[in-house]
């Protein structure tokens, strides 16, 4: 049974950083899994923040926070991690970390899904 747990959140002023992190347990796969992020805003349809696979290997980003917020994964750990920078009010949403085994397609597992403020 694979889980995902985010940890990190909650209240940030305008530009300022935070680190989170999304701990994955019971992947056997997870250096080759997809790993995404993902939030939504009050009132607003979910969007697509960030995603990595390959461990260290090919990133994307939303055009909204391209440059700011940055992807990483630790295959030791089993961690995947979401640095945010610059924060900006609009970035305010509850953000959810998603986990897509190798070898399928979309992802599959969902954290329960952290709240951020970002306020000035």
């Known amino acids: 049974q694979v889980q995902v747990v985010e940890v990190g959140g909650g209240w940030v002023q305008v530009g300022g950083p935070l680190r989170r992190f999304c701990a994955v347990a019971?992947?056997?796969?997870?250096?080759?899994?997809?790993k995404g992020w993902v939030r939504q805003a009050p009132g607003k349809d979910r969007e697509f923040v960030s995603a990595?696979?390959?461990?260290?290997?090919?990133?994307n980003y939303a055009d909204s926070v391209k440059g700011r917020f940055s992807i990483s994964s630790d295959t030791a750990q089993n961690t995947v991690y979401l640095q945010v920078n610059s924060l900006k009010p609009e970035d305010t949403a509850v953000y959810s970390c998603?986990?897509?085994?190798?070898?399928?397609?979309?992802?599959?597992?969902w954290g329960q899904g952290t709240q951020l403020t970002v306020s000035s």
């Open positions: 990595i696979t390959w461990s260290a290997g090919s990133t």
């Open positions: 998603a986990l897509q085994p190798a070898a399928l397609l979309g992802y599959r597992y």
């Open positions: 019971g992947s056997r796969t997870f250096s080759m899994d997809k």
